[in-house]
Structure formats: structure tokens, C-alpha cells
């Protein structure tokens, strides 16, 4: 029952668990056989939050827009955690007391679908996100949660290392700057030597967001710009409707910081659409890249082409393996449409999972 259920306020980056945690649970739910996450269905029924409205900063619209692509939740926050189950089960098979580390965890539920009854699980993030966490997901036997950042080295001590130490960290190093992921990963090899850690990570590409479309072939590329323009605009026509001001005011306040040669009359859904039918396929195209630009710029930063690169950084790490995110992912159960964007994306190298030995 709604009063029954803990209400989240979260802002910044750690907002952004929230969407992780739904698609989880949203695949989970409608494609059982891909990727199935009990805990993360019985979590999100126990939250407060309208996650396909949400009002986490335009998240809610990628939600309409998926859907309207006939594109399944099937991104980075799930298909990473099915990769990232393979390897820790793979690990523990060979350390069945290790320690496991979910750096950055949020509301990630891993330990509840590799725990093998022996190992010592942590999941470590920021104190306001391990808050909510204890609220609502008890500590149980043989975990413990660190409030920490994973940018402070302290961390690392409170980790027991005798049976050897995995780590997985998802969603997260696209925020930090190149020199902090540089001063991190000496920072495993100082305290973990022969550690592992499993991430995923986004490609130059995936930053500047919306260039991964031209290096599709000529027909795909004009079909899928079209399809979403369209979705975006009915998209963001969806999330008007049910959105906070505060949130409205921010899009406006984007819109009228975008390059183009008109602008909306006025700041009501209304003045925005009379102004979007009036603009040239072209400068649709245009807003839409902008917009999403400047809704990105600032926050992502790092990106990595090839793992090598990091080794180069510290010599005493080495690439154990990558591969892009949907690699081995059984597509038989998606849509024509989703199995295209999957192509694309691994062709591209938009996102990769990369495992390190530190
Ligand atoms: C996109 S969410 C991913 C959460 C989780 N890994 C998952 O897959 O559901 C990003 C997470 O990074 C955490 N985070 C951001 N900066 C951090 C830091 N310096 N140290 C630890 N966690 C951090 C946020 O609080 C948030 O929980």
C-alpha cells in the first residue's frame, strides 16, 4: 500500500540509481528468461517513485521513448549485471570465500543472485545512498555496507582480502574525470594485488551524445533519426503533462539556451509544440542533439575506447578481457527492432564491459 512505502529523495548522480533499479526489475518482469531479478521486482514495489514518469531529471522521457522505439529495457543497467553475474560466479567458483565488492551499488541486488552461501559481499556507496539502502534491505549475514566514496582510499581497509577480492562497479566511471579513474586504479593495485574488477564503460561516442547514429548505414540511420524525433517530441509531450515545474522550468531553460534561429512564443506545452511544427526536419534534428547535449554536458566525462589504454597507466594492471555490452546476449526474445540497436551498439563499441586483473 502507497503509505506503506518508503518515499526517496535523492539528487545528482545517485538519482540516477533509481532508473537502474527499475529496468532491472521492468526486464525482470517482462522478459523473464534474459535476465530475472526477484529482489529488484520486491524492491521498486516498495519504493515511492513513479519511475516512468520520473521526475529524476528527463529520465522518465527515456522511458517513453524506449517504449515508442519498441525498445525493450534492455541497456546498460541490466545487460551489464547479467555480464557481471557470469564473472563473479565464475570467480567464486575458484575463491568460494572471497570477497565481492559492488563499488557505487546503489540499489543493486547481485549478492541476492550469485550468493553461494560462503562468500563476504560489500556494497559500498555514498553515506545518503547507503541510508536508503538499510531502509530497505537490511544488512544480512556476510554483507556489509560501506558509506564511503570509492574515490576515498580508507575503503580498502575495511575489506577483508585473505580469500581474495572481485570487484564489479556499474553505471559509474563515466561520471569521474580520467585523472580520478587513473589515481582509482592505482589505488586497487596498491590495496588488492591479483584483485579483479568487472565495469562497464562508454565510448567517446556514447558522450557525445547522438554520434553513434551516423555511423549507422545511410537507411538505418535516416529511419531510426526519424523514429526518434517523433518519439521524442510525443515523449516529452507525455512527461509535460505529469511533470513538477521545477523540472518544466528546467526544459525550458534548455530550450532557450539552444542554438536555433526561432524560439517557443511562450513556456506552455503549447507554445513549445506550435514552435517544433514549425522547424525544417534538419533543425528538428538539430534541437534534439542540443538538447540532449547540453542534458548530458558536465556529467559524463570519462570514456575508453580499449582497455590497454589503462594498463599503460599502471603497469602493474592487465586486461583479462572486453567486449561490448551485448556480446553473448540471446536476442531471440526481443523485438526485430531492439536486436538492430544491439548490432549497432557492439559494432559501434558504443559500451563495453572491461575485466582487469589490478
Ligand atoms: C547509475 S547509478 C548505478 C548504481 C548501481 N551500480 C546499479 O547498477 O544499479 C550510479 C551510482 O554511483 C554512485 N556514486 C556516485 N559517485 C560515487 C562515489 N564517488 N563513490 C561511490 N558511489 C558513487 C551513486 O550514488 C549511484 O548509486
Not at 11 to 25: I, K, N, Y
Not at 45 to 54: A, H, L, Q, V
Request: proline share 5%.
Amino acid at each position: 500500500m502507497q503509505q506503506d512505502k518508503v518515499k526517496i529523495k535523492l539528487s545528482g548522480v545517485s538519482a540516477s540509481l533509481l532508473p537502474c533499479l527499475w529496468v532491472r526489475a521492468q526486464l525482470s518482469k517482462e522478459y523473464s528468461s534474459l535476465f530475472y531479478d526477484e529482489k529488484a521486482i520486491e524492491l521498486v514495489e516498495k519504493i515511492d517513485f513513479e519511475f516512468s514518469t520520473s521526475d529524476v531529471p528527463f529520465q522518465g522521457i527515456w522511458f517513453n521513448i524506449s517504449r515508442k522505439l519498441n525498445l525493450p529495457p534492455c541497456g546498460p543497467p541490466v545487460l551489464r549485471a547479467k555480464h557481471f553475474d557470469d564473472k563473479i560466479r565464475a570467480y567464486i567458483a575458484g575463491h568460494p570465500h572471497a570477497s565481492v565488492i559492488s563499488l557505487a551499488a546503489g540499489l543493486d541486488t547481485t549478492f541476492y543472485r550469485v550468493d553461494n552461501g560462503t562468500i563476504r559481499w560489500y556494497d559500498l556507496d555514498l553515506p545518503a545512498v547507503i541510508d536508503i539502502r538499510r531502509q530497505l534491505l537490511p544488512e544480512p549475514d556476510r554483507v556489509t555496507y560501506i558509506a564511503k566514496s570509492l574515490l576515498d582510499p580508507s575503503w580498502c581497509k575495511d575489506v577483508n582480502t585473505e580469500d581474495g577480492v572481485f570487484m564489479i562497479a556499474g553505471g559509474v566511471f563515466q561520471f569521474f574525470e580520467q585523472s580520478e579513474m587513473k589515481q582509482f586504479f592505482s589505488m586497487l593495485a596498491d590495496n588488492f594485488p591479483d584483485g579483479e574488477i568487472v565495469f562497464d564503460v562508454l565510448s567517446k561516442l556514447d558522450i557525445d551524445f547522438g554520434a553513434w547514429i551516423d555511423m549507422l548505414p545511410q537507411e538505418q540511420r535516416d529511419a531510426i533519426r526519424v523514429a526518434w524525433m517523433e518519439a521524442w517530441v510525443e515523449a516529452l509531450k507525455d512527461w509535460w503533462e505529469r511533470a513538477p515545474q521545477d523540472q518544466k522550468d528546467k526544459v525550458n531553460g534548455m530550450i532557450a539556451a539552444l542554438k536555433t534561429p526561432t524560439k517557443p512564443k511562450g513556456k506552455e506545452w503549447s507554445d513549445i509544440e506550435a514552435w517544433w511544427n514549425k522547424l525544417s526536419d534538419t533543425e528538428k534534428e538539430g534541437v534534439m542533439r542540443d538538447y540532449i547535449k547540453s542534458s548530458s554536458r558536465g556529467v559524463m566525462k570519462w570514456a575508453l575506447e580499449d582497455a590497454n589504454d589503462i594498463t599503460k597507466w599502471d603497469d602493474r594492471i592487465t586486461v583479462i578481457d572486453q567486449f561490448p555490452l551485448y556480446r553473448d546476449i540471446p536476442r531471440d526474445s526481443l523485438s526485430a527492432e531492439m536486436r538492430q540497436f544491439m548490432d549497432h551498439s557492439d559494432r559501434n563499441g558504443r559500451f563495453n564491459i572491461v575485466h582487469l586483473r589490478v
